[in-house]
């Protein structure tokens, strides 16, 4: 078939209503579109770099992945555009109020909640956090098992992480683990309740609005600088003209048109802008740091099974 | 335009939101707002709440667009972004709160108050009836207003222990229920309708909305106080025959509103004002007395309702006199080989006149049923002439109405 093919995850029912919409209005604007729903990203990067689709709709994670598989296989990859609202997020390490944590380097010997193994905003960008302050964050169990990630590292600074595995394979797109990571701060067995946990700044807002967390109860001990997120990426599958109108249509969105405001919402922005690649650096190291892909975009770490 | 605001020790998750966004409407798009206050999370807040609400977050190193920077006391400064203006950019006012209604009601509109600021978008409401000259009558806001003052209450609004009730000759309590069981069915009827044509109304033309609903509920009620006073002596209630049910449900599937209301409440409920004042007058209880008085006021509503509303549509296109002359004679013909009026029931009001079954009480009570079928006859020809129909006219369509009365 020809036209632009776009990929995008299924990480919620609502996807199927926003590219539904969007495919109609693309349509309506003369564009050739369709596009296919992925269960996880690592597919759907694949398919981007082997050109069987035209577009990807990537998450930070899945634009990394995308970009190292592309140069090793020589191929160029096209930023097409980003939502106003993929620009300058952070996250942030909350603890307890009373919390006799100060800075991060108080977490040694804690235990530290995160979201899924593929988040970038609840586990992967923070643990660099941690990393830069001198920590050795390592999982629960190889912690306990005294097999640190950090070989010949300072054991007396290891932090023991305590993933919440929800939707994995979704690069943190599902906000269960990073919910279920916040109110293990508050778990009322000791067992379960952890010292620090980590989520993007939106979602602190969000937690202690819908009382996941109780207001005035939690403390950010340490946040990232900006970085940025989803971005949506043009492959070998994609003809120049094509992506170009593409990129040209969505940044002609205007959220005044009633037929598009719903699903604007929806998909979390109020415009669509230009790309940056700027945005990318924190959650690169934070990548090389783990072993999460090699620098060829081959997935390295070994309990990831989206 | 620059502008401050405090939030003192207000977190963003405990309503500091609304102290910034009411600042912020006050200022256009690209100005600025310098936020200060003391709650430790301020600046978390505030970048994911610029972030989701479309404005920039002047504050160090968070400025999408790659500039940086905070005020020069260091507090966040917002810029606001267009979204509220792009979002309210198509939006329209769904006419006037206080004003009479449009002529039009523009279904986009849908479930907005008359006089809201309507967003563009949303689903249109699918209403039939959204012309106000197919709906309205200048009188409805009164007529609403007199409705809502005059609700009552069944349990107390009848005096339910009246004995009398329960020492009537066998005779005359049957015709009561017989009565009262033709009664029950007539005003489901009358229920029905007015919520058909409610689900089918724009719900701009409020007035008109809320007297229909009023109307429904006064039906509702009429049906549990006769259904009560049927059922006061513990007994059986009445027949119900196939030429009455017949009749009425002939109202229920007349489409076009104005016709619907024209057949139910100028000449059905017109008809039954009459009837209510009949059984008023030769009540042979005060509970039946009291059940149709109370029932008779609120019918007069629905009558007046029925019969300005039918006289504005036909001001407002004097031809649609000739779409209700089918109506009747459309209903007259479907009725032709139905029996009309149930025999009991007419018998029941012929010995309620009567008070006994002495012979001349009983041609007394004969006498007063033709003296109400001539009454029912002359106030169908008034009302009908007031609507616009000339007199020759009236009489002729008059006749053909059901003898079923309702």
Same mark, same amino acid.
């Given at each position: 078939?020809?036209?632009?093919?776009?990929?995008?995850?299924?990480?919620?029912?609502?996807?199927?209503?926003?590219?539904?919409?969007?495919?109609?209005?693309?349509?309506?604007?003369?564009?050739?579109?369709?596009?296919?729903?992925?269960?996880?990203?690592?597919?759907?990067?694949?398919?981007?770099?082997?050109?069987?689709?035209?577009?990807?709709?990537?998450?930070?994670?899945?634009?990394?992945?995308?970009?190292?598989?592309?140069?090793?296989?020589?191929?160029?990859?096209?930023?097409?555009?980003?939502?106003?609202?993929?620009?300058?997020?952070?996250?942030?390490?909350?603890?307890?109020?009373?919390?006799?944590?100060?800075?991060?380097?108080?977490?040694?010997?804690?235990?530290?909640?995160?979201?899924?193994?593929?988040?970038?905003?609840?586990?992967?960008?923070?643990?660099?956090?941690?990393?830069?302050?001198?920590?050795?964050?390592?999982?629960?169990? &190889?912690?306990?098992?005294?097999?640190?990630?950090?070989?010949?590292?300072?054991?007396?600074?290891?932090?023991?992480?305590?993933?919440?595995?929800?939707?994995?394979?979704?690069?943190?797109?599902?906000?269960?683990?990073?919910?279920?990571?916040?109110?293990?701060?508050?778990?009322?067995?000791?067992?379960?309740?952890?010292?620090?946990?980590?989520?993007?700044?939106?979602?602190?807002?969000?937690?202690?609005?819908?009382?996941?967390?109780?207001?005035?109860?939690?403390?950010?001990? &340490?946040?990232?600088?900006?970085?940025?997120?989803?971005?949506?990426?043009?492959?070998?599958?994609?003809?120049?003209?094509?992506?170009?109108?593409?990129?040209?249509?969505?940044?002609?969105?205007?959220?005044?048109?009633?037929?598009?405001?719903?699903?604007?919402?929806?998909?979390?922005?109020?415009?669509?802008?230009?790309?940056?690649?700027?945005?990318?650096?924190?959650?690169?190291?934070?990548?090389?740091?783990?072993?999460?892909?090699?620098?060829?975009?081959?997935?390295?770490?070994?309990?990831?099974?989206? | 335009?620059?502008?401050?605001?405090?939030?003192?020790?207000?977190?963003?998750?405990?309503?500091?939101?609304?102290?910034?966004?009411?600042?912020?409407?006050?200022?256009?798009?690209?100005?600025?707002?310098?936020?200060?206050?003391?709650?430790?999370?301020?600046?978390?807040?505030?970048?994911?709440?610029?972030?989701?609400?479309?404005?920039?977050?002047?504050?160090?190193?968070?400025?999408?667009?790659?500039?940086?920077?905070?005020?020069?006391?260091?507090?966040?400064?917002?810029?606001?972004?267009?979204?509220?203006?792009?979002?309210?950019?198509?939006?329209?006012?769904?006419?006037?709160?206080?004003?009479?209604?449009?002529?039009?009601?523009?279904?986009?509109?849908?479930?907005?108050?008359?006089?809201?600021?309507?967003?563009?978008?949303?689903?249109?409401?699918?209403?039939?009836?959204?012309?106000?000259?197919?709906?309205?009558?200048?009188?409805?806001?009164?007529?609403?207003?007199?409705?809502?003052?005059?609700?009552?209450?069944?349990?107390?609004?009848?005096?339910?222990?009246?004995?009398?009730?329960?020492?009537?000759?066998?005779?005359?309590?049957?015709?009561?229920?017989?009565?009262?069981?033709?009664?029950?069915?007539?005003?489901?009827?009358?229920?029905? +309708?007015?919520?058909?044509?409610?689900?089918?109304?724009?719900?701009?033309?409020?007035?008109?909305?809320?007297?229909?609903?009023?109307?429904?509920?006064?039906?509702?009620?009429?049906?549990?106080?006769?259904?009560?006073?049927?059922?006061?002596?513990?007994?059986?209630?009445?027949?119900?025959?196939?030429?009455?049910?017949?009749?009425?449900?002939?109202?229920?599937?007349?489409?076009?509103?104005?016709?619907?209301?024209?057949?139910?409440?100028?000449?059905?409920?017109?008809?039954?004002?009459?009837?209510?004042?009949?059984?008023?007058?030769?009540?042979?209880?005060?509970?039946?007395?009291?059940?149709?008085?109370?029932?008779?006021?609120?019918?007069?509503?629905?009558?007046?309702?029925?019969?300005?509303?039918?006289?504005?549509?036909?001001?407002?296109?004097?031809?649609?006199?000739?779409?209700?002359?089918?109506?009747?004679?459309?209903?007259?013909?479907?009725?032709?080989?139905?029996?009309?009026?149930?025999?009991?029931?007419?018998?029941?009001?012929?010995?309620?006149?009567?008070?006994?079954?002495?012979?001349?009480? +009983?041609?007394?009570?004969?006498?007063?049923?033709?003296?109400?079928?001539?009454?029912?006859?002359?106030?169908?020809?008034?009302?009908?002439?007031?609507?616009?129909?000339?007199?020759?006219?009236?009489?002729?369509?008059?006749?053909?109405?059901?003898?079923?009365?309702?």
């Amino acid at each position: 078939m020809s036209g632009l093919l776009l990929g995008a995850v299924a990480y919620d029912p609502k996807v199927v209503t926003i590219w539904d919409g969007f495919r109609a209005w693309l349509r309506g604007e003369g564009l050739d579109f369709d596009y296919i729903l992925y269960s996880n990203y690592e597919r759907q990067v694949e398919d981007l770099v082997a050109g069987r689709i035209g577009v990807a709709w990537n998450s930070p994670l899945a634009w990394v992945r995308a970009h190292r598989l592309a140069s090793a296989a020589g191929v160029t990859l096209t930023p097409v555009t980003m939502r106003d609202t993929d620009c300058d997020l952070r996250s942030v390490v909350v603890v307890r109020a009373d919390s006799p944590a100060q800075s991060p380097r108080d977490l040694r010997g804690r235990v530290v909640a995160t979201g899924a193994v593929d988040s970038p905003q609840a586990t992967l960008i923070p643990l660099s956090l941690l990393r830069a302050a001198g920590l050795h964050p390592a999982a629960e169990a &190889a912690a306990v098992t005294g097999a640190a990630a950090g070989a010949g590292a300072d054991p007396g600074a290891e932090v023991r992480v305590r993933r919440f595995d929800i939707g994995v394979g979704l690069h943190g797109d599902h906000i269960g683990g990073e919910r279920d990571a916040a109110r293990a701060l508050f778990a009322i067995d000791a067992a379960d309740r952890v010292d620090a946990a980590c989520m993007i700044d939106a979602n602190l807002l969000l937690f202690t609005r819908e009382g996941t967390l109780p207001s005035g109860a939690v403390r950010v001990l &340490a946040q990232t600088p900006p970085y940025d997120h989803c971005t949506m990426t043009a492959g070998p599958g994609a003809s120049e003209s094509d992506a170009a109108r593409f990129g040209q249509l969505l940044l002609g969105m205007d959220y005044a048109d009633p037929a598009l405001r719903p699903l604007l919402d929806l998909e979390g922005l109020k415009q669509w802008q230009p790309p940056r690649l700027s945005g990318y650096a924190q959650l690169e190291r934070a990548v090389d740091e783990s072993g999460f892909y090699d620098a060829k975009g081959e997935i390295g770490a070994g309990d990831y099974r989206p | 335009m620059r502008a401050t605001t405090d939030l003192d020790g207000l977190g963003l998750d405990q309503g500091g939101h609304l102290l910034i966004a009411r600042a912020l409407a006050r200022l256009r798009p690209g100005d600025e707002l310098t936020v200060t206050g003391r709650h430790p999370e301020l600046r978390v807040h505030l970048a994911a709440w610029c972030r989701e609400h479309g404005h920039r977050l002047h504050d160090g190193d968070s400025w999408c667009d790659g500039a940086a920077g905070s005020d020069s006391d260091g507090q966040p400064v917002i810029v606001k972004g267009a979204t509220e203006e792009r979002r309210w950019a198509l939006a329209e006012r769904a006419g006037a709160a206080n004003g009479p209604p449009e002529a039009r009601a523009d279904p986009r509109w849908g479930l907005a108050a008359r006089g809201a600021l309507v967003e563009a978008g949303g689903p249109p409401i699918g209403a039939q009836w959204s012309e106000r000259d197919h709906v309205w009558a200048d009188i409805a806001p009164r007529l609403y207003a007199a409705a809502a003052a005059s609700q009552w209450d069944p349990a107390t609004a009848v005096d339910w222990a009246a004995s009398s009730a329960t020492t009537l000759p066998d005779d005359i309590e049957r015709a009561v229920v017989q009565v009262m069981t033709y009664l029950v069915e007539n005003e489901q009827a009358a229920l029905i +309708i007015p919520a058909r044509l409610l689900s089918q109304l724009h719900p701009h033309f409020r007035e008109v909305m809320q007297l229909l609903a009023s109307q429904a509920a006064d039906e509702a009620r009429h049906i549990e106080v006769f259904t009560r006073r049927a059922m006061l002596t513990g007994g059986q209630l009445g027949t119900s025959s196939a030429g009455g049910r017949a009749s009425l449900q002939s109202l229920l599937t007349e489409p076009d509103f104005t016709t619907a209301g024209f057949l139910l409440s100028v000449l059905g409920e017109g008809t039954f004002l009459d009837l209510l004042r009949f059984l008023h007058t030769h009540a042979p209880d005060p509970v039946t007395a009291d059940v149709v008085r109370l029932a008779l006021r609120d019918e007069a509503r629905h009558v007046a309702f029925g019969v300005a509303h039918t006289a504005h549509t036909v001001r407002a296109d004097p031809s649609y006199l000739g779409t209700l002359r089918q109506a009747v004679e459309r209903r007259h013909a479907t009725l032709l080989d139905t029996a009309g009026l149930n025999a009991e029931v007419f018998d029941a009001l012929v010995l309620l006149a009567a008070g006994s079954w002495e012979p001349a009480a +009983i041609g007394r009570g004969w006498q007063a049923v033709h003296e109400l079928q001539r009454q029912m006859d002359e106030g169908r020809r008034r009302r009908l002439a007031v609507i616009g129909f000339p007199d020759d006219e009236a009489a002729e369509l008059s006749a053909l109405h059901t003898r079923n009365f309702m």
